[in-house]
C-alpha cells in the first residue's frame, strides 16, 4: 500500500480521489478508517452522506453517534433517530421550607400537590387547601400539568401585602424508564442498533478490516 496516492481512483494510507480508499480517505467517495467526502463510509465520517461507527454529515448514520439535518444513530444531534434508549437525567429539586412557615411570611419553596376543580387552580398539603393564589404568568403552564390529575410540585411561595403568591413551580416529571411503553421502545431500538451494526459490518467492514490488514502488513 502505498502512503500516499492522489489520482481518480486513490488507494493508500492517505487516499485523495474521486473514488478514494484508504486509512485515511478523502473523496467523492471515501471509505476508510477516517473518511471525508461527500459519500463517507468507515469508522470516523464525515460527509454529505456519512455511515460509520461516527457519521457526522447532512444525512448521518453512525453506530455509535450520528449528527444530520436527518440521520440515525446509537446516539445524535439534529434529526437523528436515536438508538440507545435513553434515562434521562435526575432533576434537581429545591429546598424545601415548612408549609406553615410559607404561609406566615417566610418565603420559600414547599412540596405540594397541584390541583384543578371548580374553584380553579389550587395547592394542597396534607389533604387541605392551601390559601394561596397563582402568579398570572403561571396560570397556563400550571394548568397543563392538571390534565390528567394532580400532580407533586415544588411550588414557590412569597407574600405580598398579606396575600401568599405561588410565583415559581417546578414538577419532576417521570423518566423514560418509569413509562409503561419503555421498555417494549427499548427493545425495538436495540434491535434496530443491530440492525444497523449488522448491515454496517456486511457492505462496509469488510473493506475496513482488508484497510487495516494493508496497513499492519
Excluded at 440507545?84 to 408549609?99: A, E, F, I, N, T
Excluded at 413551580?169 to 451494526?197: C, D, G, K, N, T
Amino acid at each position: 500500500m502505498e502512503f500516499i496516492s492522489v489520482g481518480g481512483k486513490a488507494e493508500g494510507f492517505i487516499a485523495i480521489g474521486q473514488e478514494a480508499t484508504g486509512f485515511i480517505a478523502i473523496g467523492q467517495q471515501a471509505t476508510g478508517v477516517i473518511a471525508v467526502g461527500q459519500v463517507a463510509c468507515g469508522c470516523f465520517c464525515l460527509g454529505q452522506a456519512a455511515v460509520g461507527f461516527i457519521g457526522w454529515g447532512q444525512a448521518g448514520v453512525g453506530i455509535f453517534h450520528a449528527v444530520g439535518m436527518v440521520g440515525v444513530g446509537g446516539r445524535g444531534l439534529g434529526l437523528v433517530i436515536r438508538l440507545v434508549p435513553g434515562v434521562g437525567r435526575k432533576r434537581v429539586l429545591p429546598q424545601v421550607s415548612d408549609v406553615g412557615a410559607a404561609l406566615h411570611g417566610n418565603d420559600g419553596w414547599v412540596e405540594a400537590e397541584l390541583f384543578f376543580d371548580t374553584h380553579g387552580l389550587g395547592l394542597a398539603s396534607g389533604g387541605q387547601r392551601l390559601r394561596v393564589k397563582f402568579d398570572r404568568r403561571l396560570q397556563s403552564g400550571a394548568k397543563s400539568l392538571t390534565v390528567h390529575g394532580p400532580q407533586t410540585v415544588w411550588a414557590y411561595l412569597r407574600t405580598h401585602a398579606g396575600t401568599v403568591v405561588c410565583e415559581r413551580i417546578q414538577h419532576a416529571p417521570p423518566r423514560p424508564y418509569e413509562r409503561p411503553s419503555f421498555f417494549v421502545q427499548a427493545a425495538l431500538q436495540f434491535a434496530a442498533l443491530v440492525a444497523l451494526a449488522t448491515a454496517w459490518w456486511l457492505f462496509i467492514g469488510g473493506d475496513i478490516v482488508r484497510i487495516l490488514q494493508q496497513v499492519m502488513g
